[in-house]
């Protein structure tokens, strides 16, 4: 059971992956906050992004999130340098909610649930689970904390983006990122670990006495 859970915590990110995206954001909150400047602050959390890729490479490491981290950073440098409104560095982090939380929510309401698109093949049960009804449900159920989380963040961030508030928004990055982003994975596995796994067509059936 132990061995499923690191499974899943690393389909969905990790703590290495949480580290990597979330630090460069966290850099530019506090620079800008200091400095009200743009350009020195999108500098700041670019260099930290690829200190920790670099520091990934030399450790021999999964460098995969470092990079998909680093690339996030340099759109969201480029989003706020070219327009010169600092909020527009959180303009990418929007947009993606407005993906994600569309993806989740249509795949759920069509009984295909992400998640169990994600990891069914990671946790040994490929797609069998879609013949499994209380399996399937529970993809579904935990399909929903993710619905919950991405258009949560997008209730409460929009409107500072609009107003233009970039340090109320920097926070409420950082507060609606690393701590909602646990709380719904752990969430969802244990959502996931009370229903048992489906039984793949090649799996031999348990025999009774």
Known sequence: MSDDKEKVVNALGGTRGLIDSGLP????????????EIRPSVTYALILS????LA?????DTIQHALSGLFGVAICAF????????ENFYLPGLIINVVYGT??????????PILGLILGPILG????????????????KAGWLWVGLF????AVQYPLYRAGNVDLLGIARIVMGYPLFIAVAWGSWLII?????????????????
């Open 151 to 154: 258009f949560g963040r997008l």
């Open 103 to 112: 993806l989740y929510l249509f795949l759920n309401l069509i009984k295909l």
């Open 56 to 60: 990934r490479l030399i450790k021999k």
């Open 25 to 36: 954001a966290l850099v530019f909150m506090v620079s800008f906050y200091v400095t009200k």
């Open 193 to 209: 670990r009370n229903v048992p796994k489906a039984r793949t067509e090649t799996e031999p059936e348990t025999e009774t006495a």
């Open 125 to 140: 049960e490929n797609l069998a689970w879609r013949k499994d009804p209380i399996r399937r449900a529970a993809y579904i």
């Open 79 to 86: 989003f706020a340098t070219k327009t010169g409104k600092a």
């Open 50 to 53: 690829a200190g920790l890729a």
